[in-house]
């Protein structure tokens, strides 16, 4: 295993915007489109020159889903479901870019690259 890479299990949410609600706030609302997914996952490092000029910067992970067969889209968010005992479980993560690999479909070695952000909330439990 290659140092720094973690292994943990994961369902994906699609993400959508429902009618306002009476106050004319925005209702967020998803669905749980795979559950149980296989992934990897690395935090990528945030680049010196923007440490340097003392700007936020977001925390981006660099992830790799098992099986790439699954229907993954840019904004879907990965919530981890496994280790419980993990710092991250229970937390969201906004995929901001989706890349299938070069193997075909029924290819046991298929799989997925998503680059993601850690993805908050207001009023939420997270």
Do not use: C
Request: no cysteine; proline share 5%; hydrophobic share 40%.
């Amino acid at each position: 295993m290659v140092a720094g890479v973690q292994w943990r299990r994961a369902n994906i949410w699609r993400i959508n915007n429902q009618a306002d609600n009476s106050g004319g706030g925005a209702v967020v609302s998803g669905t749980v489109v795979h559950s149980d997914v296989l992934i990897f996952w690395q935090e990528k490092p945030a680049e010196q020159i923007i440490l340097q000029q003392g700007l936020e910067t977001e925390r981006i992970f660099a992830a790799t889903l098992v099986p790439g067969t699954l229907d993954i889209r840019e904004r879907d968010e990965i919530e981890i479901t496994f280790p419980f005992n993990d710092y991250y479980y229970g937390k969201r993560f906004r995929i901001i870019g989706v890349q299938p690999s070069s193997h075909l479909p029924y290819d046991p070695r298929n799989y997925m690259l998503v680059t993601m952000v850690r993805s908050v909330r207001s009023h939420s439990q997270q």
